[in-house]
């Protein structure tokens, strides 16, 4: 199995990222039952000001090649563009556990 985590700044005023965020997790926690490959979706809005990142998701897949069948399902690229333009920054780790 590989752990894929994402976490993202976004732009905007407290209230936009806010906004965005939460568009952005109720897509995400929808694909689940859509992307076969995906096997669990977590995705968490942080909730400290004192922090400068928005959003994490931590998904679980079977293969390190179902990391990339996940990010080009068409239900991801959508779930995907919420944040497109509001997107600052985006890192990335993928590991096998």
């Known amino acids: ?38 096997k669990s979706i977590e995705v968490g809005i942080n909730e400290n000001p004192a922090e400068d990142w928005d959003v994490v998701l931590t998904a679980t897949v079977p293969t390190m090649a179902d990391v990339a ?14 944040v497109a333009n509001a997107k600052e920054a985006r890192a990335c780790v993928d590991y096998e556990i």
């Open 69 to 82: 069948t996940y990010a080009k399902h068409p239900a991801h690229v959508a779930a995907a563009s919420i």
């Open 1 to 38: 199995m590989v752990r894929h985590i994402v976490t993202f700044k976004l732009k905007g005023s407290p209230e936009e990222r806010q906004a965005i965020a939460l568009r952005f997790k109720e897509a995400l926690l929808a694909l689940p039952g859509t992307i076969e490959v995906l």
